[in-house]
């Protein structure tokens, strides 16, 4: 998807898993301390960016 | 773990090891999966529920899983006017669900069923259009395991409904998202869980003091989806704790995501099940999910052995569950949506008004109902549909 992704800082990511549940894409796999988005499914709808309790997701180009 | 069993149960929170305990009990072979390290870790829950709940559900009621009884509940309007919630003696309890969740589980290992840990399942096994399996990494370690039924209780961020082609996706709006504390050094009254309402405290959701201990308490809040944006809960939340508890030491910081919102239509497919917060099957008005998690994971559990004895694990066999649940609790949760989206749409002035009258009233009368009651006063059309879903029972 074009030039622009979804980064996810694992650093500050508590991997609650919120982000999984509103992407309409299903684009975000999570496992117990790694997160991953599949740029190649996103959309960039920024759900994951508007609903992380944490403000950790992203938009870079 | 073997390579087959009767019944695999992805995820091992309170929903899973209840369908787990369950169908083990009813004579199936159980497997139950949990991606994390640790059952009942991280703890991303407010921990509390009511005794008589816990009593329906369990039958039982474990010491050491209580950090705190609950006599009383206050609500707190945006302008800071007290309403004390008449409880009429119930009593609720702040658990330790870390030490609950091991005895779940625990129950369910005793029943029979395997339990394996650093299990995360990453994909079904399909034959055709069927759900025929799991796949899962091991410790690294790749396996497929065949199962007659699988049961999802992946939680909030579940994704074997979608893997099943269920359509489980959460809306924006109707996901709160909820940052909570775990604070030491405090000064609470432990008998007393308190809930803050405003929009300038936790907008379209609540704030809480949920006492564990004399000192201690998780003190969280949860924004719904519907007012995301700039300001994250974890500022409303920072803020938050600066007043009330300026001195207080943080022994916990975590996140979450709680679907407000009914049931999924389909939480159930050929094989397969969905329970607990990967149903969407917390209660919409409160947000609390342990009860009604364990409540249809029971059923799930018994339905899924029961199925698996009679060979005939069809959608249409297991739906047994789903209008149980529905029966249960699933209705109720429809009502709850329904007030929950209108309370929602109140502006604080409403929220003081509501709160001003309700402690107009003699302070025996000041029940959950009578504040429902004068909320509905606002409301009248919210009176109709009340009247439908319990005139539809």
Redesign the interface.
Known sequence: MADRTIYIDNERC?F???C?????A?AI????STILINSEKCTLCL?CV??????VPEVRS | MKNEYDIVVVGGGPAGSMAALKAAENGASVLMLEKDREIGVPVRCAEGLSDKGLQLVLGQVEPRWIAQKITKVQLVAPDNTVVDVMTGGQMGYILHRKLFDYDLAAMAGEAGADVVTRAYVYDVIREGDKVKGVKVDHLGRKTDISAKVVIGADGVESRLGRWAGMKTLTKMKDMDTCVQMTLADIDIDPGTIILFFGHQVAPGGYAWIFPKGEKKANVGLGVSGAYSGEVKPLAYLEKFVDEKFPKAKVLTLVAGGVPCVDTLDRIVADGVMLVGDAAHQVNPMTGGGILNGMIAGKIAGQVAAEAVRKNNVSEKKLRKYSSEWHKKEGRNNELSYRIQQVVNTFSDEDLNKIAHTVNDLPSEKRTIFQIFKTALLKHPKLILDIAKVIGSG
């Open positions: 508590d609650c898993g919120t999984v549940a509103v992407c309409p299903d796999e999570l496992k117990e759900n508007n609903v992380c309790p944490l403000g």
